[in-house]
Every structure is written in structure tokens, then in C-alpha cells.
């Protein structure tokens, strides 16, 4: 429901401040549940202002996918997506173990810190430059060798890496 949202402040704003904004909007309002004493309050807070925070960090992740890969766009795509996967899977554990010791107001305020820890990869969007009309002899070259080059090149790529690493 927040992807059109989200898009917008994409085209808006760029896909480092609409990350940033929602690491933020999503830290303060799970931080804020972590206070609750009424369902409402708890449904409004971690429900829908943590999901909306949330929903702008994901959406900006994989968008800006597409800006940095041109070969190989689908496999970075797709390993992407499945780093948030992998990583709602591995944090139902962290949080399971988290409940245990802190309670669920301890662990909201836990998971807080990590929401707001998006924020710094957030950082690494930074916008490609625009690329230019002619293509020269050069630049046909690179693209012959990046062709020839096996897809797991771009698991070596860093930008690519960090953003899968802010999606797990």
C-alpha cells in the first residue's frame, strides 16, 4: 500500500532521502509503541507509522538497484529481493531471542536502534550521474568485457553488496 507513496518521494526526493526519512519516521514510531498502554495507540504507532517508515526504506532498496546495474539488472533484482527475505527470516529469530530477555517493550526499542541503522545505508544511495548521448570507443570496450564476464562479478560490486546487506 505504500508503494506508490513511496515511489513518488523516490521521484521526488531521490532514493537516499526518501530511505533516510523512512528510517527515521519508522525508528520514532516504533520507539514510540514501545510506550503503549492501548491497542489503538499500539495499532496506530507500530502498525501503521512504523509500516509507512518501513515501506519507504524497502521501496527506495530496490529502485535503486536499477541505477547502478544495467547487464545483469534481473540478477541484481533478484538478489536483492531476496536478501529482505532471507532477512525477515533470520530477524523472527532475533527478535524471538530479544523477547525473551528484554520483554516487548525492550525489544521495540532494540528494534528502534536497527530501524534507525538505515539511515546509514541510506547514505550509500548516492545518485548516478546522468549518463551521456554519445557512446565512445572506449566505453564499447567495457561493455564487451563486462559481457564476457561471468554474472557472479557482481556479487564483488560494493555499492551492490551494501544494499544488500541494508535489505537483510
Known amino acids: 500500500l505504500v508503494g506508490p507513496i513511496a515511489a513518488a518521494f523516490v521521484n521526488r526526493f531521490g532514493s537516499r532521502l526518501t530511505c533516510i526519512a523512512g528510517s527515521i519516521i519508522s525508528s520514532v514510531a516504533i520507539f514510540a509503541s ?99 548521448e554519445g557512446v565512445n570507443e572506449n566505453d564499447n570496450n567495457n561493455l564487451k568485457e563486462i559481457k564476457e564476464k561471468s554474472g557472479l562479478i557482481i556479487l564483488r560490486d560494493i555499492p551492490f553488496f551494501l544494499m544488500t546487506l541494508a535489505n537483510v
Not at 524471538?96 to 528484554?102: A, D, I, V
Open 34 to 132: 514501545s510506550y503503549s498502554n492501548s491497542f489503538i495507540f499500539l495499532l496506530i504507532t507500530y502498525g501503521l507509522l512504523a509500516g509507512f517508515g518501513l515501506g519507504l526504506i524497502y521501496f527506495p532498496a530496490v529502485v535503486a538497484v536499477g541505477e547502478y546495474f544495467r547487464e545483469r539488472l534481473s540478477l541484481a533484482t533478484g538478489i536483492c529481493v531476496c536478501g529482505s527475505g532471507a532477512g525477515t527470516f533470520l530477524i523472527a529469530l532475533f527478535e524471538s531471542s530479544l523477547l525473551g530477555q528484554f520483554g516487548w517493550r525492550g525489544c521495540n526499542r532494540i528494534m528502534a536502534l536497527l530501524c534507525l541503522c538505515c539511515a546509514l545505508f541510506g547514505l550509500v544511495f548516492v545518485p548516478q550521474k546522468k549518463k551521456r
